[in-house]
C-alpha cells in the first residue's frame, strides 16, 4: 500500500512542479539573502505548509462526504483553485511590494508591511496556496488515505505520496548557486514575481471570481 502511495507520488509530481514552480522559483531566486541554509529552510516551510494544507483538505472532504464520488468534481476543485490563486497571489505582491520591489533593493520602508511580507510568512502562505489547488493524483491520494483501514494508515499513505513528490524540488536547491553565477536571476525574478503577483491575484483569481 505505501509502495503504492510512493509510486504514485513519483509517477504524478509532475503536477507538482507545474503548480508549485511558478510561485516557488521566482519567490526563491529573488531573495535578498543569498545562502544555501536559508534557500533550504524557506523550500521546507513552503513544502510543510502545502503538506498541512493535504491534511486539512483530507479532514474537510471527508467530512463533507465528496470524497465519496468516484471522480472529484471538475467545478469544485476549480472554484478552490480560483480561491488559491488569489491567496497566492497577494502573498507573493505583498512579498514583492513590502521586501524586494524590483526596482529598489529593501523594498518598502513601512515597518508593518515588512513584517507583514517577509519571506518565511511569504514561503507560509504561497505553500499553502498552492496546496489548495486539487489535481486528480492527489485526489486519488486523499481519497485512498480516507479509506485506509486505519487513521495510522491513512495519515502513512498521504505521507508516503507526499515524499513521493518531493524529488522534483531537489533542483531549486542549486538556485543560491545560480543567483551568485549570474547577479541579473535576482532582478528578473523580482520582475517576475511581482507580475506573477498581479496576474494570479486579479486575471486567474478576482476575474474568475466576479465574472
Known amino acids: 500500500m505505501f509502495l503504492e502511495a510512493v509510486l504514485l507520488g513519483l509517477s504524478t509530481g509532475t503536477y507538482c512542479a507545474m503548480y508549485c514552480g511558478p510561485a516557488l522559483i521566482p519567490f526563491l531566486c529573488g531573495t535578498q539573502k543569498i545562502s544555501y541554509r ?7 516551510i513552503f513544502l510543510l505548509s502545502r503538506l498541512s494544507v493535504y491534511f486539512a483538505l483530507g479532514f474537510f472532504l471527508s ?3 465528496i ?25 507573493l505582491l505583498l512579498n514583492s511590494l513590502a521586501v524586494k520591489f524590483p526596482w529598489r533593493e529593501n523594498g518598502c520602508r513601512c515597518p508593518a508591511l515588512k513584517i507583514a511580507g517577509n519571506d518565511f510568512l511569504t514561503a507560509v502562505f504561497t505553500g499553502a496556496a498552492v496546496g489548495l489547488h486539487i489535481c486528480a493524483p492527489l485526489w486519488t491520494a486523499i481519497a485512498r488515505s ?5 487513521r495510522a494508515c491513512g495519515i502513512f499513505y498521504l505521507l508516503f505520496f507526499y515524499a513521493g513528490t518531493l524529488p522534483f524540488f531537489i533542483p531549486v536547491l542549486g538556485i543560491p548557486f545560480a543567483q551568485k553565477l549570474l547577479p541579473a536571476v535576482k532582478r528578473i525574478s523580482r520582475i517576475v514575481q511581482f507580475l506573477l503577483g498581479i496576474y494570479f491575484l486579479f486575471f486567474e483569481g478576482a476575474v474568475n471570481l466576479f465574472f
Open 63 to 65: 467530512r463533507l462526504g
Open 67 to 91: 470524497l465519496s464520488a468516484e471522480f472529484f468534481d471538475p467545478y469544485f476543485a476549480r472554484r478552490l483553485s480560483v480561491y488559491a490563486y488569489i491567496f497566492c497571489g497577494a502573498s
Open 146 to 150: 480516507v479509506f485506509a483501514e486505519s
Open 38 to 44: 536559508r534557500n533550504a529552510l524557506l523550500t521546507g
